[in-house]
Each structure stands twice: as structure tokens, then as C-alpha cells.
């Protein structure tokens, strides 16, 4: 199962990641996470790759979270899109222009299980 995690800032990626890593390994799934830092970059591995789960931010230099989005879904209509923002500004948007969850900085609530 490939899951792609795509945002622009390193740290947030990594934060992330880590935060898969230990709740796969605890589920005892397999998966291979793959990063990108820009919505380009993982666009031109999707001709390569097929995702099971995708996080996508929104907030993105060049092509945005919701238009990486729009542009996958006309790819992939079975893939789980989660959009990870801190930013509720264009939740709406997003969830209409490509069905999805929203995740509003789930990786760093308190209450997320470790």
C-alpha cells in the first residue's frame, strides 16, 4: 500500500510520517510512505505509483493543495484524500472540488493516540 504526504514544509511532513509510522507499525500494516514537497512533484508519480491514502495540504507555493486535488482526482477516484491545513478558509471548497476528509492538524492534537 503506497500513502503519499504532500506539503511544502519539511518538518510538517516528518511530523506526519512519524506519526503513520507508529500507528501502522501498532496495527502491524504495511506501507510504504512516500513525500513530496510540492503538489507538482507528486502529480508526475502518479503516472509511476498508485496511492491508497494521500494527505494533501492546502496551503502550497505553486500549484495548491486543492488544485493538486482536483487535477488527481481526475486520475484517481478511489484514492482516500485527506487534506492536513491548519486553516478552515477553504475546508468547503476543498471537500466540494474533490471529496475528501478534512484534517484540521490532526497530528497535533493532544489526544491523538502515540
Do not use: W
Amino acid at each position: 500500500m503506497n500513502i503519499a504526504i504532500v506539503d511544502d514544509i519539511a518538518a510538517e511532513r516528518a511530523l506526519l510520517r512519524s506519526r503513520l509510522e507508529r500507528q501502522l507499525s501498532r496495527r502491524n500494516i504495511q506501507a510504504n510512505l512516500l513525500e513530496y514537497d510540492t503538489g507538482e512533484a507528486f502529480l508526475s508519480s502518479c503516472a509511476k505509483l498508485q496511492f491508497a491514502v494521500l494527505f494533501l495540504d492546502i496551503y502550497m507555493d505553486g500549484v495548491n493543495g486543492i488544485e493538486t486535488a482536483k487535477q488527481f482526482r481526475s486520475m484517481d477516484t478511489h484514492c482516500l484524500l485527506i487534506f492536513t491545513t491548519t486553516s478552515t478558509d477553504h475546508a468547503l471548497e476543498a471537500s466540494v472540488s474533490a471529496p475528501c476528509t478534512i484534517c484540521q492538524a490532526l497530528y497535533r492534537r493532544d489526544d491523538f493516540p502515540t
